[in-house]
């Protein structure tokens, strides 16, 4: 069974500085990975999706890089700002279909 | 156009009553989801439809819980015979190709 964790849990930050989250997963045999953001009492957005063939995708501040042999992921935040506060959960799809979750960090940024 | 949508938004139950959860993907997308979050947690697979045909239950915790989408457009999920443990936020997701959107969940309360 696919195992994915999330380090850290949360995260706080002063604002400006960039953000680095963390997410690894147990089973190599990926077909993407995804990150999403998620706020409080609401749903999930997606940030950004890396095939398994790819190695970073990129939007905006936003940049995810993807070692999918060592079966790691890396969510870069540029500049952060107070609306970056949220969840950022990472999720990747083993099969055809369904998404395996991590814990997902949770990101305070201070103005 | 319109995302996922679900209702109710929030739902209450006594221990031991039924509940049904909607979930109305978007437009034209073949594959629906449902998720359950518990608190702090990620997202957790309960079950996958492709059109009308349930393709994969495997998620689902227990006989009590049950999920339809006869038309192959909106779906149900069904909980009998309630449990506190089954409090949770309730996802749904509809997919045309391989990425997945999200609605904004049912939060349960089992009381």
């Known amino acids: 069974k696919q195992e994915v964790t999330q380090i850290p849990a949360a995260l706080s930050v002063p604002e400006g500085e960039n953000l680095v989250l963390n997410c690894s997963f147990t089973d190599s045999a990926i077909y993407n990975l995804q990150w999403f953001r998620q706020d409080p009492g609401k749903g999930l957005t997606s940030l950004l999706l890396?095939?398994?063939?790819?190695r970073e995708q990129t939007s905006g501040r936003l940049n995810a890089s993807l070692d999918k042999s060592s079966g790691r992921s890396t969510l870069y935040i540029a500049a952060s700002q107070p609306g970056d506060s949220a969840t950022y959960l990472c999720?990747?799809?083993?099969?055809?279909?369904?998404?395996?979750f991590g814990a997902g960090t949770t990101v305070t940024v201070r103005a | 156009g319109a995302g996922v949508s679900q209702s109710p938004r929030y739902k209450v139950a006594k221990r031991g009553q039924d509940v049904a959860l909607r979930c109305d993907p978007i437009s034209g997308h073949v594959s629906l989801f449902w998720y359950q979050q518990a608190l702090g947690q990620g997202p957790e697979f309960l079950t996958y439809?492709?059109?009308?045909?349930?393709?994969?239950k495997s998620g689902l915790p227990s006989d009590r819980f049950f999920a339809e989408r006869p038309e192959g457009s909106v779906s149900t999920l069904k909980i009998q015979r309630t449990q506190k443990e089954d409090s949770a936020v309730y996802l749904c997701a509809s997919a045309g190709s391989y990425e997945q959107y999200f609605g904004p969940g049912t939060r349960l309360t089992v009381t």
């Open positions: 439809f492709q059109n009308e045909a349930q393709l994969d």
């Open positions: 999720a990747v799809t083993s099969d055809d279909y369904k998404l395996s």
């Open positions: 890396i095939q398994s063939s790819q």
